[in-house]
């Protein structure tokens, strides 16, 4: 079975600063997709970012990027020039043949 | 284009009470997914629906859970009696495309429940 692992609980900095989270995941099969998803504390689940296994460039979008590291099964995202309105609970997601396997989340707070 | 819909927004029952869940998809979404979010955990699937049926329910507790699809569009989800342990947010899900499982799912606002 797929597992995500965030290592990172809680994670604080401040505003306009750059910030990683990191995530790694273990599975053997070789095609996949990576997801980051935002939950702030509306409970809406919003995807950040995606990345699909075969591809070796990272994805971005626009202050987000991801450095996906497929032999290390490392998949960490980064935020630059962070927002106050980018504090929420961050997951990543690892989805392969069957379900969607979600990370238990890196609470990230961003400070004025 | 209108987001996943779930109504209530917030429940709050005694034990053993019945309680309810709506998920309205978005248009044209073929697959549905109800997950369970524990509080400061990420969320597991409950059940998975292609159309109308239910293709993946393994993880769903069938001894006070159930959930239907009828006609392929809204579901339910319910849980018969409830217990403590259930208070959590209960997140729906759907998906433009099944098959090879490898899209993007579009998620609802979540129903927190409260079991007193």
């Known amino acids: 079975a797929q597992t995500v692992t965030q290592s990172q609980p809680e994670m604080s900095v401040q505003e306009a600063e750059t910030v990683t989270l990191s995530c790694t995941y273990d599975?053997?099969?070789?095609?996949?997709?990576l997801f980051w998803y935002k939950q702030p504390p509306s409970r809406q689940m919003i995807l950040v970012i995606r990345q699909e296994a075969y591809k070796q460039q990272n994805a971005t979008e626009n202050r987000f990027s991801v450095n996906f590291q497929k032999a290390a099964k490392s998949f960490s995202l980064k935020i630059s020039d962070s927002q106050l309105g980018d504090t929420a609970m961050y997951f990543c997601a690892f989805q392969g043949a069957q379900k969607l396997v979600f990370g238990q989340g890196t609470r990230l707070t961003i400070n004025p | 284009e209108a987001g996943v819909v779930q109504s209530p927004r917030y429940k709050i029952i005694e034990k053993k009470q019945p309680v309810a869940f709506w998920c309205n998809p978005i248009s044209g979404h073929n697959t549905l997914y109800w997950y369970l979010q524990n509080l400061g955990q990420g969320p597991e699937l409950l059940i998975r629906y292609e159309n109308e049926e239910a293709v993946d329910d393994s993880q769903l507790p069938k001894d006070r859970f159930s959930a239907e699809r009828l006609k392929g569009v809204d579901s339910t989800l319910k849980i018969q009696p409830a217990e403590l342990g259930d208070s959590a947010v209960y997140l729906c899900?759907?998906?433009?495309?099944?098959?090879?499982?490898?899209?993007?799912?579009?998620f609802g606002p979540g129903t927190r429940l409260t079991v007193l």
């Open positions: 899900a759907s998906s433009p495309e099944q098959g090879e499982g490898y899209n993007e799912q579009f």
């Open positions: 599975t053997s099969e070789n095609n996949y997709y």
